[in-house]
């Protein structure tokens, strides 16, 4: 029975008792006649209603219909059409087995007509067999070499690789991604170890590791000393099998990638790090936004202007740090990242090291690109800190102030990543920096060196920091704070993400407390009441002798003996006891806002109100803006 709400009830005739036009018009629209509708109570109050009695199909007759839909949804990265009737999937579709109960569900797709027959592991040639009933399924294709199960096909994997890796010389490296993808592409796995000429362990680990997991889908053995061994794991699809013939295969197969490895590398190392870096003319960063190499100087500097303001704090080689900035970028003209483009940086340290360069510089370029990933580790040194943070700020300033916005889910240059990073190094490593002003630098260095068209440097450095800020309120919300929360610790907050976290902290941590959201809405009622007076005034002093009201006069002696008191607690960090000290200032904040009229007759009286207010909001803004809690 299937009811469709229509206009109101009233509508449905007039005051001759003839049905309206609106009731016949809804009525024909659902192929009834209007004597047929029913009045009813629905959520807009009394209205017409068309109750229909849909009549039922096989349940056959639905999923032929529900079956191919489902296929059809499926969505990969590239689709062809494999016969004629151009039905577009990753792969040509061999067998459909589609089954109700006991019988099949009958339809065609992609020139095949489905039935009740699997066929199990192709390369193996099963002939098909009848499927009596969904729930030996599974087991008949396991009986033929296929695992339907992800889970049991991943356990079968990992045991594999475990029983493999007892002959070998260490352990097996199961990467999640490289075990996950070898999960997706095989239905009955079977471990192969193979051995490599340990001659090629010579080759920078991070190099050998990606020819083995991202090109060959080959598992690494890792010896007891955490190096790369020469052993490692292929998986095919079957049984075991003419394992010796496979293993030879795979063997000569990653020989010929390594050779190629060998060959990129012995290359590159014809030129030193710093020849590379001169060849970053040619080579474009961003339409509109210059080469590499503006990036690289931009970067350059804005990374000494970081380290300057560090030095106040932490011990920092400024060289080190010009020097990889100046660096960062140098091995993307090498023939392995050419190759490899996830190896940036990993390849820029081996050559640093390789040119003698000091193991800072070395470290730094490693550690330049990180965090890749939003969980991915941070950069640990100094100087790898401050190159890392200067690349990803000059990165989002350039493209911001060009107008490489992200929006919605698509955000095609990785900008969310990169201020996650930004957000992520400054709270993680606890920096305090004039973020602002270094954003200013960054967009002033874009326009002065890569930005071919000019934009407002004003706007673009807002934008940079609300996205910024953005980045910074992603990771406070997955931590578990609240929205408002965050928003009531947002002033200042990029100067010193560290301290803002540990504000938001004394922020959540009070909010239960029953005094707290009274003294929210009472620090709101005050912030409102300074805002209509556009009371700006904070030089402005406390006239006791004006102090007419007991009320007033309690809350200025109460503020008056724990000003002390917080600005202390809150210059210690510790907010979370400066808020409950302040939270405790209730009962005078209440007394004061029943008992006295802060916008009086007399002007100097009324002024003097403003001013205690001021004080008032400004000892809790040291804390947080808690006007932005809500009840």
Known sequence: ???????????WKDATGAFTPQAAGFARSQGLKPEELIAAQTPKGECLVARKT???????????????????????????????????????????MALYGKGPVRFSLAGIRSGNKVRGLACLGYKPVPIPDGSRYARALRDRCVLVDVAE???????????????????????????????????????????????????????????LKTQMNFFPVVGRDGRLTADFIGVRDGVSEGQKE???????????????????????????????????????????????????????????????????????????????????????VTGVVGEFPELQG???????????????????????YQPAA??????????????????????????LGAGFKPSGSEDPFGLRRLGNGVARILLERQLTLPVGTLIETAVSLVLERGAASPFDAAAAGREVSEFLWQRAESLFLEKGFKADE???????????????????????????????????????RASNILRQASWNDSSHGVDQALLAEDAERALFDT???????????VSDGDFEDGLRTLVRLKPEVDVFFEKVLVNAPDASVRSNRLALLDHLVRLFRSVADISHIQN
Request: proline share 5%; hydrophobic share 50%.
């Open 1 to 11: 029975v299937q009811e469709i709400v229509g206009p109101p009830a009233r509508l």
């Open 54 to 96: 849909l009549p039922g199909e096989p349940a056959s007759k639905v999923l032929a219909r529900v079956f191919p839909a489902l296929v059809a949804a499926l969505e990969f990265p590239k689709g062809l059409w494999w016969e004629e009737s151009k039905f577009h999937f990753a792969r040509p579709i061999r067998n459909l």
């Open 153 to 211: 096909r991943r356990e079968a994997l990992v045991a594999a690789l475990d029983q493999a890796a007892k002959r070998s010389s260490g352990t097996v490296d199961k990467d999640p991604a490289l075990l996950e993808r070898v999960v997706c592409l095989t239905e009955h796995p079977v471990a192969v170890l193979c051995r490599f000429d340990p001659a090629y362990l010579d080759l920078p680990a991070a190099l050998l590791s990606t020819v």
């Open 246 to 332: 496979v293993q030879e295969g795979y063997e000569r197969v990653l020989a010929a990638r390594l050779s190629d490895a060998r060959f990129f590398v012995a290359r590159d190392r014809e030129t030193t790090l710093e020849a590379k870096a001169a060849k970053l003319a040619g080579v474009g960063f961003q339409k509109g936004l210059g080469t590499m190499a503006d990036k690289a100087e931009r970067v350059r500097r804005l990374a000494g202007r970081i380290a300057e303001e560090l030095l106040q704090d932490q011990d920092v080689d400024s060289q080190a740090v010009d020097a990889i900035a100046r660096l960062a970028y140098a091995d993307l």
């Open 346 to 368: 990993a390849m820029g340290a081996f050559y640093a090291r390789a040119d003698g360069l000091d193991e800072k510089v070395a470290l730094g370029l490693e550690e330049f």
């Open 374 to 399: 939003a969980k991915a580790p941070l950069p640990t040194h100094a100087e790898g800190i401050v190159a890392a943070l200067a690349g990803k700020l000059d990165t989002i300033a350039a493209m």
């Open 486 to 524: 965050i928003r009531s610790v947002k002033d200042g907050a990029l100067g010193d993400l560290a301290r803002a976290f540990r504000r938001l902290c004394a922020v959540h941590a009070l909010r239960p407390d029953p005094d707290f959201a009274a003294i929210a809405q009472a620090f709101k």
């Open 559 to 569: 503020l008056c003996r724990i000003k002390g008191e917080v600005a202390q607690k």
